[in-house]
């Protein structure tokens, strides 16, 4: 007698119970968004076909997934995409995963661009100083449509994934994309920003190798690294931000909680700067800083 095929309800609990003897963090929501991405399915649509039969063919491809889950490469590198502001972008081993804290950068940047006093025809001018796959730029160019937003980022192949998903959410008229290293692309330009947003690398470079294998062995370095105590960037786009700020723009950067005081001690040694305060995240924890810069 021919053997039973495997259906969907039965291929989930086996390898959920595999993964989570490996350890595999989420090992039920690891299982399902595998086999649905290999199945080219939405997860919901496992739970209203489980008694389906899968191929061999399908098994097959669904083991290899799994396999690549246990060596630790990032969910999101493997299907190919990650979920921020309600939107699904491209990512890749060429960028950073986004995460969810990063959202607050953005709820924070709309709230000063729309203000009560806001004129409707008001046309910000943004920069997005490390764009990576573009999740900042693209979601404020969707919220703030009469935004005109300058992206940059030192890696050529972030910023062509970041294009492709401006091009995905159709905001491809409201973003530049430059390549280049914090200021340097920006020097021989005569422009001045409404408002400065960044997600710089901050991982203290002493903290690297016990970072989780995820993120130690398949995220980009250049995009974690914040060289001696991760200030580096932070330092650096504090300090020249306020030149590259129109009077009364904002800066908003994101950092790691324990970051925070100390990025607001280098806010008030730059002296062009007022309004500075360090802004929790939906954990609680201080994520951002942010300044406006003198008026005059």
């Not at 007022?274 to 005059?296: M, P």
């Amino acid at each position: 007698m021919r053997p039973k095929s495997l259906r969907i309800i039965d291929l989930l609990k086996i390898s959920a119970d595999y993964l989570n003897k490996k350890n595999i963090e989420s090992a039920q929501l690891t299982a399902e968004v595998l086999l649905a991405h290999q199945l080219k399915l939405d997860r919901i649509d496992l739970y209203l076909n489980f008694d389906q039969p899968l191929s061999e063919d399908e098994i097959s491809g669904y083991r290899t997934l799994i396999k690549r889950r246990l060596q630790h490469e990032p969910l999101q590198y493997i299907t190919g995409v990650q979920e921020f502001w309600s939107l699904n972008f491209k990512v890749g081993p060429q960028v950073l995963v986004p995460r969810p804290e990063t959202e607050l950068l953005v709820e924070l940047a709309i709230k000063r661009i729309n203000t009560p006093s806001t004129p409707p025809e008001y046309s910000p001018v943004i920069l997005d100083l490390g764009t990576g796959c573009g999740t900042i730029a693209v979601s404020l160019a969707k919220e703030l449509r009469t935004a005109q937003i300058l992206a940059t980022d030192i890696s050529d192949d972030a910023l062509e994934l970041a294009q492709l998903n401006a091009q995905e959410h159709g905001v491809s008229d409201q973003i530049e994309f430059i390549q280049g290293d914090l200021w340097n692309p920006l020097i021989k330009r005569v422009i001045k920003f409404d408002l400065i947003v960044s997600n710089p690398p901050y991982v203290a470079h002493e903290d690297y190798d016990n970072l989780p294998p995820e993120v130690r062995d398949y995220e980009p370095s250049q995009a974690l690294d914040g060289k001696g105590g991760g200030m580096s960037y932070i330092k650096e786009i504090i300090t020249h931000g306020q030149d590259f700020m129109k009077p009364g723009a904002w800066i908003l950067i994101e950092m790691a909680p324990d970051q925070t005081k100390a990025a607001l001690e280098l806010v008030e040694q730059a002296k062009g700067y007022v309004k500075s305060a360090r802004i929790k995240d939906y954990s609680h924890l201080y994520r951002v800083i942010v300044a406006q810069k003198i008026e005059s």
